[in-house]
């Protein structure tokens, strides 16, 4: 079965760096997403993304993230300037349609920790 | 403010028997109410799908409910194995495509 994967697993970066996390789509999907986990927290919205732009955002996703489909299967978020408080799981995921019903397919995750 | 609460926050079954989890929200507009299973360390898995017109969804072992009046849910599980043993995870949605709010999510341990 087709999956969504995401790399690296564990992406360890110093404070005030750039990080760019990577996800590749299942492959017919056209809908992309991102996620963040807080340890011990809730999982949290962060971007939608379709047709080469971003159809919805959250608060959260603020001037210093960014998204990228540089390539006809990747899919990247881009942190800048990295805080303390930006340490979290990163998870992508993807849909074959944008209509309600459509299953989201989610990958592992990337987890980031800020030094 | 968007909201969804989980309960019971944990829960602890003999394999075999059966338990329901519980999903209030308070999430407006109102597009789509998915559960997830969530095993440790991986992604969540989409379980089921409800939009507005939808007040029962199965697969499997698993039936989900909706009440779009009261705004709740609530996941079944039947017949537990020790595979179910997870964290199960209740997300509102106010579009198709985005603006997600997920629950705490409920931990579920099946014992032998």
């Known amino acids: 079965e087709p999956e969504v994967t995401q790399t690296p697993s564990h992406q360890v970066t110093q404070m005030g760096q750039e990080v760019i996390l990577r996800c590749v789509p299942i492959?017919?999907?056209?809908?992309f997403y991102w996620y963040r986990q807080i340890l011990g927290q809730k999982v949290e919205f962060l971007v939608s993304?379709?047709?080469?732009?971003?159809?919805?955002k959250s608060e959260i996703f603020d001037d210093q993230f960014s998204v990228e489909r540089p390539d006809g299967s990747n899919f990247t978020l881009k942190i800048r300037s990295t805080k303390l408080e930006d340490s979290a799981m990163y998870f992508c995921?993807?849909?074959?349609?944008?209509?309600?019903?459509?299953?989201?397919?989610f990958g592992d995750g990337t987890r980031l920790s800020i030094l | 403010k968007n909201q969804v609460e989980q309960s019971p926050q944990s829960l602890i079954i003999l394999e075999g028997k059966n338990c329901t989890l519980q999903?209030?929200?308070?999430?407006?507009?109102?597009?789509?109410l998915r559960w997830y299973k969530q095993d440790t360390g991986r992604g969540p898995v989409s379980l089921t799908i409800?939009?507005?017109?939808?007040n029962t969804k199965s697969n499997g072992r698993y039936t989900a409910t909706l009440d779009a009046d009261t705004k709740q849910s609530s996941l079944h599980i039947t017949a537990s194995q020790l595979s179910d043993s997870a964290s199960y995870i209740c997300v509102v949605s106010a579009s198709p495509t985005g603006k997600s709010t997920f629950g705490d999510g409920t931990t579920l341990t099946v014992k032998p």
């Open positions: 409800m939009t507005f017109s939808e």
């Open positions: 993304f379709y047709n080469n732009e971003i159809s919805e």
């Open positions: 492959s017919n999907h056209l809908y």
């Open positions: 995921a993807s849909s074959e349609k944008g209509y309600s019903n459509q299953p989201q397919h």
């Open positions: 999903c209030n929200y308070t999430v407006s507009p109102f597009s789509n």
